[in-house]
């Protein structure tokens, strides 16, 4: 039904698409505001009689500040939540492969993810989850997402973070992890970081690779094969809305957050016209990893076109 130019939902929705759109919302405000609300709690919280948590809270952050650097502390328990399977179908997420590398236990792989996104669901759903076909199909991999390490220093959130298997970017903890003698370690990493998220446009795949060298570099070291995997549908699911005067601002969070603060528009709960959440549309996640065009252990596919 539209009315006012507003397009409202349909009243009688199945429960269980109800749930995936909670999904949905929930998982992008975690990230987005997530953040600033664990510091709002710590800083309320400083003024209550119980301030000695946030103090405790405080000392375990320090004490774990170099978790993240190290493997960081995946919870199985965590990456099977039920979240995540309602989030995966809502879009739906989907993963297929261009038959190619053959998936090796005994050798630890960087896979090289793009688009970035406004805030990226295709990888994290479809390879990192506990819900996906990539687990069912190798399960002898452990999959940890490379994320910016500002994301640790954030109260409470940096918990959901880890516990999701997120680890640092930076050199020395994809060093760390890609350096495991035993194999069997899959790490993915958006090359694009922030400077990508600038591109996200409906339809529009521009991915930021020039002088991004330093990735290429840390697999050569270790050993460790590249492989390309692109997430069509990723940016379709929020539009950026661009303000004049307001990328000067990004740049200043993007040089010393280490992130890129967007106005973005998505839907509603009970409409599709606007809000913070991401629009139902498909991803699909393509890999360049596959025992053979016979034999392609998840799925194959002859063409994509950006």
């Known amino acids: ?121 295709g990888p994290f759903n479809a390879l990192a989850s506990g819900c996906n076909k990539f687990h069912q199909s190798y399960p002898e991999f452990i999959v940890k997402t490379a994320v910016v390490p500002q994301l640790f220093l954030q109260p409470f959130l940096r918990e959901l973070a880890l516990g999701m298997g997120m680890i640092s970017c930076s050199a020395n903890s994809l060093n760390y992890e890609l350096s495991r003698p035993e194999g069997g370690h899959i790490v993915t990493l958006m090359p694009g970081g922030a400077m990508e998220v600038y591109n996200v446009q409906p339809g529009k795949y521009k991915f930021v690779v020039k002088n991004r060298k330093g990735f290429v570099k840390v697999a050569l070291r270790n050993g460790s094969p590249l492989v390309p995997v692109i997430s069509f549908g990723e940016i379709d699911v929020l539009d950026q809305i661009e303000i004049s005067g307001l990328r000067k601002y990004q740049e200043f969070f993007r040089k010393y957050l280490g992130f890129v603060p967007v106005i973005f528009n998505g839907r509603g709960f009970f409409q599709y016209s606007f809000d913070v959440i991401p629009r139902r549309k498909p991803i699909t996640t393509v890999g360049y990893f596959g025992e053979s065009e016979d034999e392609p252990g998840i799925g194959t596919t002859e063409k994509y076109d950006a």
């Open 1 to 121: 039904m539209k009315l006012v130019g507003i397009e409202f939902a349909p009243l009688c929705v199945p429960m269980h698409r109800r749930y995936e759109v909670l999904a949905g919302a929930g998982a992008f405000l975690s990230f987005a505001i997530g953040g600033f609300l664990g510091l709002f709690i710590c800083l309320y919280l400083l003024f209550t009689p119980l301030w000695f948590l946030v103090l405790l809270y405080l000392a375990w952050m320090y004490l774990d500040r170099h978790t993240c650097e190290n493997g960081g502390r995946t919870s199985l328990w965590v990456l099977n939540w039920r979240w995540w399977y309602h989030l995966k179908n809502y879009f739906p997420v989907d993963l297929d492969c261009v038959p190619g590398l053959a998936l090796n236990a005994k050798l630890n792989y960087l896979f090289c993810c793009f688009p970035h996104g406004v805030l990226p669901v």
